[in-house]
C-alpha cells in the first residue's frame, strides 16, 4: 500500500479537499497543491500538478471572515474555468473542419503573448460566467415578477415571495435540462466519482476503485449546495431590506439585488463552512435540498472515472497528515 493511500485509511474526519468535474476528468484541491487529471482519447491519464498559494496567506486581511468569501468564490472560479480549458484542450478536434483561432485569440496573442492571452481569456470566461449567472438568476426573476406587477398589482411581500419562487424554479430547471445532454451528463459521471473519492477518504477507506464505487454520489459539502444557498439567503436577505425600502421599480431593484450580492456571497461562505463541520439534525435539514439537486448533477461513474477520482485526489494529499482537516 502507498503511503498516500495508507494515509487515507487513518481516522475518519472531514477533509477541506474538494473538486471539480471536467470534461473527461477531475481537479482537486487541496491545501498545498491543485491537481488536474484527464482521461486522453487513448485512454492515459494527463496529470498538471501546481503549488497552491492561499488567498489569506499572501493577504491576511482577505482570510477574515465575512471579507474571504467573495474572494476565495473568485479564485474558485477562476481555478475552475482554467482547469475546464485544459482539460477541453485533450478534445479530439473535427479532422474534416479544424477550427481556426478566433479574432479575438490572435489578437490577445499577438498584444499579449501566449501566456498572457491565456490568462486574459481565463479572466475574460470568469467574467461572463458570473455575468451569466448573475443575469439568470439574480436579474431575470426580478424583471419576470416586475413585468407580471405591471398586469396584476403585487404586494410588495407577493412580489418578494414571487421572486424568491422564480429563482428556485430557474436554478433547477437550467440544472434539469443540463443534465439531459450527453457531453454534460458525462461531466456530471465524473462529478460522482469526485464525490465518491472524497466520501471514501473521509470514511478511513483506502482508495481503491471497489471502495470508492461504494460510496453515495450526493455530498453534502458540493458547490451545487452551496450554489443553491446562495440563492436561498439572497431570498431571504432580499425579503428583509424589501421590507423596509419599499421599492417596486424594476431596473431599481435590480441595483439593490447586485448591491446585495458580496454580502450574500459572503454570509452563504461562513454558513457553509459552519454546517460543513458538524452532523446533525440541522445540518441536515440544511443541507437536504442541496443535497436533492445533486440528483441532477452527480450521476453514477464508471470505474474509469472513479480512477481518475482517485488519482487526483492523492496528488493533493498534503506533505503533513491531517493537515487538510475541515
Known sequence: MSKETKRACDTPYKTMIGGQALIEGIMMLGPEKKAVVVRKPDGTLEEQVEERVLIKDKHPLLGLPLIRGVFNFCSSMANGVKALMYSASFVPEDEETPEEPSKLEVWLDKHLGSEKAASALVTLAVVLGMLFSVVLFILLPTALVGLLGK?????????????????????????????????????FQYHGAEHKTIFCYEHGLPLTVENVRKQPRHHPRCGTSFLFV?????????????????????????????????????????????VGRYDNWFTRVMTAPGLWLQNWTTFEPDDSMIEVGIRAFTLVLPSEEGKDQW
Do not use: Q
Open 151 to 187: 398586469v396584476v398589482p403585487l404586494a410588495m411581500w407577493v412580489r418578494n415571495l414571487l421572486e424568491g419562487v422564480v429563482r428556485i424554479v430557474i436554478f433547477a430547471g437550467y440544472l434539469m435540462l443540463c443534465s439531459h445532454t450527453k457531453e454534460i451528463h458525462r461531466v
Open 230 to 274: 446562495v440563492i436561498v439567503v439572497s431570498i431571504l436577505l432580499s425579503s428583509v431590506v424589501f421590507t423596509y425600502v419599499d421599492v417596486v421599480n424594476t431596473f431599481v431593484r435590480m441595483g439593490l439585488h447586485l448591491l446585495l450580492l458580496p454580502v450574500i456571497v459572503s454570509l452563504t461562505y461562513e454558513f457553509n463552512r459552519l
